[in-house]
């Protein structure tokens, strides 16, 4: 580690959570040079919904680079590219009766949110955008400024502007009237910002009536309405999209994280075509759009949702890891999620880090979010062995326990 240490930037953060040297990683496990095994619930931050290594994408993507495969393709058309689309189209818009048009951002979900805000305020030739408070959408400044956490938007360096915020799963009582009259000071906006299930924010899931109600808010300002569904999108919740069958009708919706299948990096909007023709030909770019392992994996990932089995087995899970944690929680804590997607709020960031801390020593990868990292949040792969998934949780359970014992 001395390496690392002497030479990588200060900025690195997931370095100091898990202090080792990883090797080699398998499904939901990692193991580290010393040979030690690691139960991953943390997933390369979500990333990895399908596992380490998936063996079915692996062997796509060496055929894929064995054939001379084109890797990196701008926007250009590859048969690739054609045969994600054409996956995404058969298994989830077709089914669910959407016309979107897909663009495909910088590879990030940073570029994916840049993207989405730039076309809200073209469409609507207006600049403010609403977002949530603990709101997480990214960290380059447009993004970012719709970021509510402190820590981050104070290393911007710079005002963070043109966003308003409102208390997340609060009742807008007031906020019609507000912004229909002229002299409150409110701009109308060009777009609203909204993750269904905030999960840097601390795994908090929005109740379906609130959604409904921001989004006809939305509507009724003429703004569009934007669903982040980087984190909880992808089969994380138990069906592909956080918010399926709630009849939203988001405008965009942005992904990135799981769509790319293997852990290499992958972002797409869904835009409605009668916004997406705002925009004009190479009007919003970048370098690595086109990412040819990506579209490989992303394509595999598609046979996941050809029917309810692989839905069906994630939702069990998720009840699984519900029932442990409303089992191992103490006083004063709070279980909250969706599918393979939950936390347990301590209530104490302190607390929560010792218990990060605990875990990994005792072999277990998980992450803290929420204020002052006070959630543990357990988004382990969706295609986790079951006997893993308990072995990890009981990991889990003597942590807490280990360090809420009194000294």
């Known amino acids: 580690m001395e390496l690392f240490e002497r030479w990588e930037s200060n ?11 990883f090797k080699s990683a398998s499904n939901a496990r990692q193991t580290d040079e010393n040979g030690k095994s690691y139960i991953d619930f943390f997933a390369g931050a979500g990333v990895l919904n399908f596992g380490h290594n998936n063996p079915k994408m692996k062997e796509a993507i060496i055929d894929f680079i064995q054939s001379d495969g084109i890797p990196h393709s701008l926007d250009t058309m590859t048969t690739t590219k054609r045969d994600f689309m054409q996956a995404f ?20 979900g940073t570029n994916a949110v840049e993207a989405a805000m730039k076309l809200a305020r073209r469409v609507t030739g207006r600049n403010r955008i609403i977002a949530f408070t603990n709101g997480f959408h990214g960290m380059t400044l447009g993004s970012l400024a719709a970021t509510a956490n402190a820590y981050f938007r104070n290393a911007a360096g710079v005002p963070l502007h043109y966003v308003d915020r409102l208390p997340f799963g609060h009742p807008l009582e007031g906020m019609e009237e507000t912004y229909q009259d002229a002299s409150s000071g409110y701009e109308a906006p060009a777009a609203i910002l909204i993750e269904p299930i905030q999960a840097e924010g601390g795994v908090n899931v929005a109740d379906e009536a609130w959604l409904k109600e921001i989004r006809q808010f939305a509507k009724d300002r003429g703004a569009l309405f934007i669903i982040d569904d ?7 919740t138990g069906s592909y999209f956080s918010f399926d069958g709630m009849d939203l009708d988001p405008d965009i ?3 990135a994280k799981g769509i790319g299948g293997f852990g290499t990096p992958l972002a797409m909007n869904l835009n409605k075509p009668e916004f997406d023709k705002h925009w004009s030909p190479g009007e919003h770019t970048g370098t690595f759009r086109g990412q040819g392992i990506s579209f490989v994996a992303g394509k595999v990932a598609m046979d996941y949702f050809k029917d309810d089995t692989f839905m069906k087995e994630v939702r069990a899970k998720g009840d699984l890891m519900r029932t442990h944690l409303q089992k191992m929680a103490g006083p004063g804590m709070e ?19 010792k218990i990060v801390a605990e875990c990994f ?47």
């Open 11 to 21: 900025v690195r953060g997931y370095a100091r959570t898990y202090p080792t040297v």
């Open 89 to 108: 189209v058969d298994t989830i818009l077709k089914p669910r009766g959407w016309d979107y048009r897909m663009q495909f951002t910088g590879p990030t």
């Open 230 to 236: 980087i984190q909880a999108g992808c089969g994380r």
């Open 253 to 255: 919706i942005t992904l």
């Open 335 to 353: 279980v909250r999620g969706k599918g393979m997607m939950q936390g347990l709020d301590t209530k104490d960031g302190a607390l929560a880090k």
């Open 361 to 407: 020593r005792t072999g277990l990868l998980v992450g803290g979010c929420g204020s002052e990292g006070r959630v543990i949040k357990l988004i382990p792969p969706l295609t986790i062995p079951e006997d893993d998934l308990k072995q990890g949780l009981g990991l889990l359970e003597k942590a807490v326990q280990s360090v809420m014992e009194p000294a």
